[in-house]
Every structure is written in structure tokens, then in C-alpha cells.
């Protein structure tokens, strides 16, 4: 099992920047893809970004590509979401997610992924 545990999250102006980050535990050398979704108050969950074991595949929505950006430090256990730019609409609860340790073919579906954590809310104001 991985318990992953998200901290960053919080109030900030539109234009402004927030860092998510995610603390994995457990057997988390099982882990291969991370990433992170979000889901607006009253909407569907969806992709954010994602990043591959080492780093070098990296993976985003349209909706953010340009503005966050993704990386994890694997000898800390810890993934990063930095987010610029961020707009209202960006307003939701953000989640940190882990697949274990197989390839993959899709990285921007729920279901490609085996844990999640508890989310952590982030409020962009106009």
C-alpha cells in the first residue's frame, strides 16, 4: 500500500502561485506514474498533470499546460505541483494519485491510477 498525503493548498489572488506538494509512504518504490487531478465544486474530477518515475515524461492538461509545472523527488518521496498564473477558474480540490509499479498507455484517466490521496482545496480569488 501507498498513503499519499498533500499540504500547499490555500487562498491566493488571481495571478498568483501556490506549490502543491505530495508526501508519499508505505511501498513507495511500487509507485511508477504520479500526477494530480482536481475537482471543482459541483464538477466532474479531471486530469491535471502527471510525470513518470524518473522524471523525464512529463504529461499535462490544455488547461494548464504553460502555467504548472510537475516534478517529484524520488529519494524525498515527493511529488510538486508549482502553479502560476492561476485563475478562478482553477478554484477546486486538488489530488495527489499514484500508479503502481506497470507500464501504462493512458495517464489521464482515473482508472489509471491505484491511489489517491485526500485532497487539499485551493481557492483562487478574482
Known amino acids: 500500500q501507498v498513503q499519499l498525503i498533500e499540504s500547499g493548498g490555500g487562498l491566493v489572488q488571481a495571478g498568483g502561485s501556490l506549490r502543491l506538494s505530495c508526501a508519499a509512504s508505505?511501498?513507495?518504490?511500487?509507485?511508477?506514474?504520479m500526477g494530480w487531478f482536481r475537482q471543482p465544486s459541483g464538477k466532474e474530477r479531471e486530469f491535471v498533470a502527471a510525470i513518470g518515475w524518473s522524471g523525464d515524461r512529463t504529461y499535462y492538461a490544455d488547461s494548464v499546460k504553460g502555467r504548472f509545472t510537475i516534478s517529484r523527488d524520488n529519494a524525498k518521496n515527493t511529488m510538486y505541483l508549482q502553479m502560476n498564473s492561476l485563475k478562478p477558474e482553477d478554484t477546486a480540490v486538488y489530488y495527489c494519485v499514484a500508479r503502481g509499479p506497470r507500464w501504462y498507455t493512458t495517464y489521464n484517466l482515473r482508472s489509471d491510477y491505484d491511489y489517491w490521496g485526500q485532497g487539499t482545496q485551493v481557492t483562487v480569488s478574482a
Open positions: 508505505g511501498r513507495t518504490f511500487s509507485t511508477n506514474l
